[in-house]
Each structure stands twice: as C-alpha cells, then as structure tokens.
C-alpha cells in the first residue's frame, strides 16, 4: 500500500510527480486511491451508512441552490437482479448490497411550482436537464468520497441508460426524472486485487490560458494502458484509443435515449 503523496501520484499517473510536495492528509489519500470496485462481500452496510452518504451528497454544490437530483437506493435482491439485466447482466449490482441510481429530477420542483402558481416555462429545456445532470454527478461524487472514506468500495453503471425506458419503469419514475448512473456500494472482496488505473497525463488534460493539445502525452498514455491491461489480465485489445472507440460505437447504435428525453424530460 502507497504511504506518501509521491506513491499514490505515482500509481496514478505511471511517473513520478516528484515536484508536488506537499504533505498527504486523508482526504487526499482517500481522492487518489480511488478505484472501480466490481466485487463485494456478502456483507450488509451498518445502519446509517446510506444516510451518511446522502449527507454528503447534499453537501455538494447545487446551481442556483435548485437541487435538481434525487437517488434511489435498492437493496432488495429481486430489483437488484432486473435492473442488472438491463445494464448488461453486470454481476457486481447483485453482489453489492447497496445500489444506488442517480436521477436527475426537475419533478420535484416543477410540482412545488405548480402548487404555488408559479411559472413552469422552461423547466424542460436543454439548461435546466444540463443543470440537473450536472448536479446528480457532484452529488453523487460526494457520496462516493464519503463511502469510500469510510472503507466501502464502489463503481458506476452507465449501462442503465441502455434501457433507460425499462430502467424508469422499473424504478416509477415520472416524467421529469431521468437516471443518469448506477452506483454500487459495498465491501471489497479483498481476495480480488485490483489496480490503480492510470489516468491521462497532466499534459493531456491541463491547459494553461488557452487550449494547447499535446498528442505526444496522448500516445504515451496509450503504452501506459497497454502495459496496465497487461498486467490487470484484462480482456481488452489493441491500445487505450481502440478501447475507446469500441465503447463509443457501441453506444452510437442506441436511439432510445433520445426519444425518451423528448418524450419525458426535455419537451418541445
């Protein structure tokens, strides 16, 4: 296990930031150890833990205070397993025993609006799902802070917006309320190793004043992941960027999402 700032930067990046010196406190420690856990014990959350972590959540910032989010938190085996199916028969939703969706949601407002005889135009607009979404995703990162502080480990589920319809049926979503992610929370199986993943260099993501891209960083981070997919035994082919437009083609092919926004969320 990393015990300075220097390791933990290390295994995040592949190199050495020997420049950051600064001393490590357990919040950074808890930022840079992060990582994607997909196997959990069969182990039960103490009491409190879920409120705790919406305590944080809540703490995050919010645009012009409109708390445009709201969670769903499922333990309940048989749900657990429906919505795996919906999200690629991802194992680690049953296993976790906390699973937690993200919603945007401008229902809530909208009916305390309508209730006061309040205007209502343009809560179904671009801006205001923009806003939602982006508040869903602090809140949310909060939470995940807070759990894994505690020692929980968690991952994200993007796939549930494959099925977003099916998802929101599932969950009884009304209209104005659309499920951004899937969280899985829990106990790490400590008998799966899992790595650090290397991110993106500085170079490639930090831009001073103006946006100056630096491809040289960009293929060097593609022999980076080579090496860690390597390492991880990870069933992945070809360089990081392959990975990538794999994902993305996969992704292009579905249609539904932007039906159900115009159907359900953002109204012409």
């Known amino acids: 296990m990393p015990h300075t700032l220097s390791d933990l930067l290390s295994e995040r990046y592949g190199k050495n930031l020997a420049h950051l010196d600064f001393e490590l406190n357990s919040t950074l420690e808890t930022l840079l ?6 196997h959990y014990l069969d182990k039960p959350l103490p009491d409190g833990a879920l409120e705790l972590m919406i305590a944080a959540a809540q703490s995050a910032a919010s645009s012009s205070n409109l708390q445009l989010w709201s969670v769903v938190a499922i333990t309940n085996a048989e749900r ?35 209730k006061d005889n309040l205007d209502t135009q343009g809560l179904h607009q671009l801006d205001l799902f923009l806003i939602a979404i982006i508040d869903a995703a602090l809140a949310a990162q909060n ?41 899985c929370v829990g106990y790490p199986n400590p008998e799966k190793k899992i790595g650090v993943k290397p991110r ?65 969320f953002c109204k012409k």
């Open 33 to 38: 150890s992060h990582k994607s856990i997909r």
């Open 80 to 114: 657990k397993q429906r919505l795996s199916e919906l999200a690629n028969n991802q194992s680690q939703i049953t296993q976790a025993p906390l699973f937690l969706v993200w919603l945007a949601d401008v229902s809530r407002l909208e009916k305390i609006m309508i």
């Open 143 to 183: 939470a995940v802070i807070a759990a894994e502080a505690q020692g929980y480990g968690t991952v994200y589920i993007g796939a549930l917006r494959n099925n977003v319809a099916r998802v929101s049926a599932e969950l009884q979503l009304p209209n104005g309320v659309f499920p951004v992610f899937g969280l």
């Open 200 to 264: 993106l260099s500085q170079e490639s993501v930090l831009h001073k004043e103006v946006y100056q891209p630096n491809e040289l960083a960009i293929d060097a981070y593609n022999d980076v992941m080579t090496t860690f997919y390597q390492q991880q035994k990870m069933n992945v082919e070809g360089t990081w960027a392959k990975h990538c437009s794999d994902r993305i083609q996969a992704r292009a092919t579905h249609s539904e999402l932007q039906i159900f926004l115009e159907n359900k």
